[in-house]
């Protein structure tokens, strides 16, 4: 018996994760009849076209069988599989899969998934629990507990400059606070006003921008006068499943005399006011760890 033809394929592929109710689903495609006989669920993706990029193709691919707006990192695990007699329309022949696995997502209020292609190797676009695929009761290709084996979330390290201003209003200690938008990772929580240290620019001068922006006020920075971490893992606003660490440098600073206001638009502030400090200690306004770290070093 001769030789079988040989195809080589090169395909991409998404590990898109997502939580709710306290459990991690991923985002999985059930593959048509023609492509298996029995019910199977493999990741989003597909074929890469010729002079195609597979970042590109893949964005495509998960439209087309999902109906949603992915994003896609940058980085790709590449996974190998030889058939060597592998059924394609209606003939064996020598397969070799070439597949590169990347890491999506799509943003937390995404419509529910359905397959918008017409006649394509997908019948069907649904979020399986993970716990769900470890036992067996989804049953899944080999790309899938592959790939599942060798994420890890996405880690992020932030670095941020938070001003901790305080003044004394009518027989009352008060101190800023900014609350957090609904483009926040913890919306309606209250916050030092402050934000991220771009690359390349001092904590100081990125702190003085921030508090212009978040309170409309200029800003004079102090001493710093501790540094505040915080490390967890969870949904961020864009839906990535992120290990995410902070690190906030946290400076005395003053503000000029007026009425704050917030001045970005659509930023990570919709509100800011003096808020006297009984109400941190007493829990009556719900405030980030940084807050009470703040007031505690200078107390």
Not at 14 to 37: C, H, K, N, T, Y
Not at 58 to 67: A, S, Y
Not at 150 to 177: C, E, K, N, S
Not at 277 to 288: C, E, I, Q
């Amino acid at each position: 018996m001769g030789s079988l033809p040989r195809r080589q394929r090169v395909a991409a592929y998404a590990v898109i994760l997502r939580e709710r109710g306290g459990q991690v689903e991923i985002l999985l495609s059930r593959l048509a009849p023609r492509v298996s006989r029995s019910e199977l669920w493999t990741l989003p993706g597909g074929g890469v076209d010729h002079g195609e990029d597979p970042r590109d193709a893949l964005i495509r691919e998960v439209q087309e069988e999902t109906g949603l707006d992915a994003t896609v990192g940058d980085r790709a695990r590449v996974y190998s599989a030889h058939m060597p007699r592998s059924p394609r329309d209606g003939q064996l022949v020598d397969a070799h899969a070439i597949r590169l696995v990347y890491e999506g997502w799509v943003p937390p209020h995404s419509p529910v998934p359905r397959v918008v292609e017409v006649d394509g190797s997908t019948i069907e676009a649904a979020w399986r629990t993970l716990d769900d695929v470890a036992s067996g009761a989804v049953p899944v290709s080999s790309v899938v507990t592959e790939a599942l084996v060798d994420h890890q979330p996405f880690r992020l390290q932030r670095v941020a400059a938070y001003a901790l201003v305080t003044r004394r209003h009518d027989g009352a200690d008060q101190v800023l606070l900014t609350r957090l938008s609904a483009s926040a990772a913890h919306p309606g929580r209250w916050t030092l006003p402050g934000g991220g240290v771009d690359h390349g620019e001092h904590p100081s001068v990125a702190l003085a921008r921030e508090v212009e922006e978040e309170c409309g006020l200029p800003c004079e920075v102090g001493a710093l006068v501790g540094v505040h971490d915080t490390h967890f893992a969870g949904t961020a606003p864009s839906g990535r499943i992120e290990d995410y660490h902070g690190v906030h440098l946290v400076y005395r600073a003053s503000v000029a005399d007026g009425e704050p206001r917030v001045l970005e638009v659509d930023g990570t502030t919709d509100a800011v006011a003096w808020v006297p400090t009984t109400d941190v200690a007493s829990g009556a306004v719900d405030v980030l760890d940084v807050v009470d770290y703040a007031l505690e070093v200078v107390s």
